[in-house]
């Protein structure tokens, strides 16, 4: 099994009166690619900032690679859990890309070299080559999340931690959005990824926790999550797609009950061209 | 707002913003000290050639930006070219029956001195401004030791200003597809609201970018790498001949 990078103990916080997180038990491994899940305002994006050190938690404590984190270490915490923010717009405070990309860096008390190379390596990660010295005001809206991505992989985190990462984006800069967290992932990196969507959830994610209300009410594979009525009602989620048409293949006799459980759409569709041909070869 | 746009897009805008402040700012200064109308229309021309020669800037901006302080000047020309008096004195005078409106060949030569001299500053700091983007300028300001507190201010506020003009157009068209600005009445209505929220989202986004901040470790201070446009030799020494030629002109007139 892989090492844990992230453990939280029975973290609790509230915003003034109203709690809103209560009693959060996770073990985040090294590689893993882990959806959030829950309805609005279950308190993923608490959830987060307090993982990277921007909120405090009232109870409870938070461990990197084993080692508790108290006051001091928050830097060390923000240092090594990147957040990109939801609205790209709230993240972006420079001028021009290039300048934008390094205030990460640059309040990591780098040298100038070092600081010139992670926006070099960033920039060319994310592609913005020929956006570098563009101000963020005239970028469209895909190029400013891909910007937002760049910020963080600036500071080379080991965890990434993504809000809703393909909110208002259009299919193609979404799906953009998704290659670029499996290259992450393939890079070895650790994400965290809250996200309404099932469909990519179940595709890309190895684990889901499930929130609702303030609790993390599931943690499991997604084959394992979607398959709970009583959680998917209580945190509003539906079964994927792939999931559903899966289901009726298997309870049409169509495809054999294993643990094979295809979830893209190429997938599936591979496997009906092969119910076709053992049909044909049958009669 | 406009300006910036243009500015990201003028051909001088790879050259170095100290450099380019530099020389409004010098021209600026000696436009004032030298006060010579030969001095000032050379300045006119030679800005005029290079922020739209040079730098390619639309004339039809260029000259819309200078009938702002057009304006200005015209007035402020024509209150020093005439002069009251109780009798007709002066080359030229209008009798309005209490006093005499008049204009003397050395009032009227003044305004116009004043007005060139006025014309010659703003194509100068337009050369700057249609060429040089805020954060450059904000740059060169803190190279200049300006107080931190203040370049932070301004590079934030530079930033955030878009994002407001952004949210506020759309409210606003939000409330025109409401009609809520059918009547005089209604539009004031309508803006007064269409300011309020501006104010509440305001607030509330601050502390979404504050959060932004603080996970990117902030911890005080804002700084950026900023990149240095390199000076020329030939930009060096065309500004040593262009200021060599004002004082030149200067000295011949006098």
Not at chain 1, 188 to 201: Q, R
Request: some cysteine; glycine content about 6%.
């Amino acid at each position: 099994m892989e090492r844990s990078l992230l453990t939280v103990k029975n973290l609790y916080f509230s915003y003034d009166d109203k709690a809103v997180l209560k009693d959060i038990n996770v073990n985040i491994r090294r590689g893993e690619r882990v959806a959030v899940m829950g309805s609005n305002g279950a308190g993923k994006s608490t959830f987060f900032l307090n993982l990277n050190g921007v909120l405090h938690p009232e109870q409870g404590q938070i461990y990197l690679e084993g080692k508790q984190i108290g006051k001091k270490d928050l830097k060390e915490l923000r240092k090594r859990v990147g957040f990109v923010f939801q609205d790209a717009d709230s993240q972006i405070i420079a001028a021009t890309v290039k300048a934008e990309i390094s205030f990460g860096p640059m309040n990591m008390e780098l040298g100038r070299e070092e600081v010139e190379k992670r926006v070099r390596d960033a920039v060319s990660y994310m592609d913005l080559d020929k956006l570098k010295d563009r101000p963020p005001h005239y970028l469209s809206g895909g190029e400013k999340k891909r910007v937002s991505i760049a910020d963080i992989l600036a500071m080379e985190p080991e965890l990434l931690i993504f809000d809703e990462p393909m909110a208002a984006l259009d299919p193609v800069n979404a799906d953009n959005v998704e290659r670029i967290l499996n290259r992450l992932h393939d890079d070895g990196k650790t994400l965290l990824i809250a996200t309404h969507d099932v469909d990519f959830a179940y595709r890309y994610a190895d684990r889901i926790l499930v929130f609702s209300d303030g609790e993390l009410i599931a943690d499991g594979t997604p084959v394992d999550i979607f398959h709970r009525e009583k959680i998917m009602e209580r945190a509003h989620l539906k079964q994927p797609e792939m999931l559903v048409i899966w289901e009726a293949l298997r309870a049409a006799g169509l495809v054999a009950f294993d643990s094979r459980y295809p979830v893209t759409s190429n997938q599936v569709a591979k496997e009906i061209a092969h119910i076709k041909v053992k049909k044909e070869g049958e009669s | 707002m406009q300006i910036d746009y243009y500015a990201y897009r003028s051909n001088i805008n790879n050259w170095n913003a100290g450099f380019k402040v530099l020389l409004a700012m010098g021209t600026l200064c000696l436009v004032i000290a030298l006060d010579k109308t030969a001095v000032s229309l050379f300045v006119i021309m030679f800005f005029g050639i290079l922020t739209l020669g040079v730098g390619k800037t639309p004339a039809r901006i260029y000259l819309h930006f200078m009938t702002v302080p057009l304006a200005f000047m015209i007035c402020s020309g024509i209150a020093i070219a005439v002069q009251f008096a109780g009798s007709p004195v002066g080359e030229w005078n209008i009798s309005l029956h209490f006093f005499y409106l008049c204009l003397t060949r050395s009032s009227v030569a003044l305004a116009a001195k004043v007005f060139l001299k006025g014309i010659a500053g703003m194509s100068a700091l337009y050369m700057m401004a249609f060429s040089t983007p805020m954060h450059e300028i904000i740059d060169v300001m803190r190279k200049l030791h300006l107080p931190r507190l203040f370049i932070e201010l301004m590079s934030l506020i530079y930033r955030y200003i878009f994002i407001l003009f952004d949210v506020a157009e759309k409210m606003q068209t939000a409330a025109k597809a409401r009609l809520g600005y059918q009547s005089f009445r209604q539009s004031f209505r309508t803006f007064a609201g269409v300011v309020g929220n501006l104010f509440l989202i305001s607030l509330k986004k601050a502390n979404a970018y504050y959060d932004a901040l603080l996970s990117r470790g902030y911890d005080g201070k804002i700084e950026f790498l900023a990149d240095e446009k390199q000076i020329r030799p030939w930009q060096i020494g065309g500004c040593a001949c262009y200021f060599t030629i004002l004082i030149f002109l200067w000295y011949v007139c006098k």
